[in-house]
T-cell receptor
Framework: DTAVSQTPKYLVTQMGNDKSIKCEQNLGHDTMYWYKQDSKKFLKIMFSYNNKELIINETVPNRFSPKSPDKAHLNLHINSLELGDSAVYFC?????????????FGEGSWLTVV | GENVEQHPSTLSVQEGDSAVIKCTYSDSASNYFPWYKQELGKRPQLIIDIRSNVGEKKDQRIAVTLNKTAKHFSLHITETQPEDSAVYFCAASIRTGRRALTFGSGTRLQVQP
């Protein structure tokens, strides 16, 4: 009964490849996020969707493209992977955009680019 | 945009001692301040939060204080236990507009048995 689930958990790939990370939440939340956590543990917002609509797009390279087929899913596709993309990517969700709503994180996807 | 600074980056205490982690924020319009705990290899999880209309909030051994004038807030853990060892993140958020939580840089707390 995992609330926010993302796959794969571990991903090792070569530079230049294209990869996707999938995320699903079964909490009935309207808002979903992608966060990136680098090797220094900084947690930084990448994207936020509310009911399938993109509402936050931080200064992320165009190689990163989120897709939300419905409000329960938010996938992240990365083109032309670079060494600097190695990080842990956390999917998350909250009830809606309202302040004070708890953000629930997925388990994380450990991406290593070699 | 919002900027959240957190210190110390690492903190080592003896079991039973108290631990204090401090954060400052830049946007005076921010009005929601959660704290997340991330154990090694796990996801961040909310442990306590406070809104701008409250100066202090407690939950068992954990308390958070907020000083809106000075734009800083702190996490206090009393009677620390080894299982409190983790990375703690503060965050700040603004009520209106399309903003996500801005996280601090994290504090690695080590509780020595």
């Amino acid at each position: 009964d995992t609330a926010v689930s993302q796959t794969p958990k571990y991903l090792v790939t070569q530079m230049g490849n294209d990869k996707s990370i999938k995320c699903e939440q079964n909490l009935g939340h309207d808002t979903m996020y992608w966060y990136k956590q680098d090797s220094k543990k900084f947690l930084k917002i990448m994207f936020s969707y509310n009911n399938k609509e993109l509402i936050i797009n931080e200064t992320v390279p165009n190689r990163f493209s989120p897709k939300s087929p419905d409000k329960a899913h938010l996938n992240l596709h990365i083109n032309s992977l670079e060494l600097g993309d190695s990080a842990v990517y956390f999917c998350a969700s909250s009830q809606d955009q309202g302040v004070g709503n708890t953000i629930y994180f997925g388990e994380g996807s450990w991406l290593t680019v070699v | 945009g919002e900027n959240v600074e957190q210190h110390p980056s690492t903190l080592s205490v003896q079991e039973g001692d108290s631990a204090v982690i401090k954060c400052t924020y830049s946007d005076s319009a921010s009005n929601y301040f959660p704290w997340y705990k991330q154990e090694l290899g796990k996801r961040p999880q909310l442990i306590i939060d406070i809104r701008s209309n409250v100066g202090e909030k407690k939950d068992q051994r954990i308390a958070v204080t907020l000083n809106k004038t000075a734009k800083h807030f702190s996490l206090h853990i009393t009677e620390t236990q080894p299982e409190d060892s983790a990375v703690y993140f503060c965050a700040a958020s603004i009520r209106t507009g399309r903003r996500a939580l801005t996280f601090g840089s994290g504090t690695r707390l080590q509780v020595q048995p």
